[in-house]
């Protein structure tokens, strides 16, 4: 489980870094939103990979990592997705204000003329 999630986080990282560094402004907001994905996934493995694991700690039962989920993680990474979707439309609405004023959608402002 743990191997598939790191994965998941790498491949998610690398491309979202990839695609940041690319001319055009769309596959940045693409890439920040693959970033964005790759770093709540990496919060969320944080607080323990348990499967069918209740969050909340049971009488009986060592309050430790072993025996349940920490649910901060879960709690920062669903307040990471709302505010992570409301820049995305934030930014793809500037965005497309910014390519009905300039015409083009280079990061720099400038096409390139082969």
Do not use: C, K
């Amino acid at each position: 489980m743990e191997i598939v999630v790191s994965l998941a986080i790498g491949v998610l990282a690398s491309a979202g870094v990839w695609l940041i560094l690319r001319p055009r402004t769309f596959q940045v907001l693409i890439g920040l939103s693959l970033l964005s994905y790759a770093i709540n996934l990496f919060i969320f493995s944080v607080g323990s990979l348990s499967v069918d694991q209740e969050p909340i700690v049971r009488p009986g039962v060592a309050p430790d990592l072993l025996n349940y989920t920490d649910p901060l993680p879960q709690a920062l990474v669903l307040t990471a997705i709302v505010i992570g979707f409301a820049t995305t439309a934030l930014f793809l609405v500037v965005l497309l204000a910014l390519r009905g004023l300039s015409g083009g959608d280079h990061v720099d402002g400038r096409e390139e003329r082969p």
